[in-house]
């Protein structure tokens, strides 16, 4: 009997705050996959509160892998979230080099800003530093400015796109490595458009757009479509039902009146995921 699909999950874990593995790991597990932390950070709170608390990870990151290799570990996928420093994405490039076999998915989330501006960790040379991790990745999946940084580029006007120029964007995005580009949260009116670029070919889809950005949307996103992947579900399938999963819990949080930085009440949803 084939054992039981399983993902290392490379990214903080924070406390409060729906976001990072906190969200990652139960929504895979509700995808019947099994979801195996590499922490790069502890957190309290995200960095989108006033104050945190923060225990870095990154010296203990390569004893914790060497535990892995020891023990003769293996997995499907690799998804990678936020990285806090260089040192961090060489770490991430080394966990590669060990865990990617002849059949393991590398989803690279490059985690660095949105709405045009840098997370404040982030600087130029940390940018530069995340396409690195292109030629190794399989599926990227950034928003609009993340596009830009790893292009180099400008951030554009209001953050308003064609969807040609989407196709450029993806395209040589693409050229730097991935097989698959998906390009999310994209603004397009009253509606929230995904741009995936697939087998050579882009295509965008909308759904409706439900009250304010979340922490946590993106990885909820990234985390759901790594699972379709290792599932066998195509890439396709898997960020349709990704952005509509986190078109309901938008709509409920808004219900709820909760503030954006504690992130999307996916709990009331989960059962949409076991179905997949």
């Not at 990870?57 to 998804?79: S, V």
Request: charged residues 20%.
């Amino acid at each position: 009997m084939a054992r039981q699909k399983r993902i290392a999950l490379v990214n903080d874990i924070t406390g409060f705050g729906r976001c990072s593995v906190t969200v990652q790991l139960p929504l895979i597990s509700a995808m019947r996959v099994q979801a195996c932390p590499l922490p790069t950070a502890i957190l309290s709170v995200h960095t989108g509160f006033p104050n945190h608390y923060i225990d870095d990870y990154t010296e203990r990151m390569r004893p914790y892998m060497e535990n892995w290799a020891a023990n003769a570990l293996d997995f499907d996928a690799i998804l990678t979230g936020f990285l806090g420093s260089e040192r961090q994405i060489e770490v991430v490039l080394e966990c590669i080099a060990r865990f990617k076999g002849r059949d393991t998915c590398v989803i690279v989330d490059p985690v660095m800003g949105d709405n045009g501006t840098l997370y404040s960790s982030y600087t130029p040379e940390l940018c530069a530093k995340m396409r690195q991790l292109l030629p190794y990745a399989d599926v990227v999946t950034p928003n609009l400015t993340e596009a830009c940084q790893l292009l180099g580029t400008d951030y554009p006007a209001n953050g308003l796109v064609t969807e040609e120029e989407l196709a450029e964007m993806a395209a040589a995005i693409a050229a730097m490595g991935p097989h698959d580009v998906i390009i999310t949260g994209l603004h397009a009116g009253d509606r929230v458009r995904t741009y995936l670029y697939a087998e050579g070919h882009g295509y965008a889809f909308d759904n409706a757009k439900v009250g304010r950005d979340r922490s946590g949307s993106g990885d909820a996103f990234a985390a759901i479509v790594a699972a379709a992947l290792v599932r066998g579900i195509p890439i396709e399938e898997g960020a349709r039902r990704a952005a509509a999963f986190i078109g309901h819990c938008l709509a409920y949080a808004e219900e709820l009146d909760l503030p954006w930085n504690y992130g999307l009440p996916f709990e009331e949803f989960m059962s949409e995921l076991t179905t997949l």
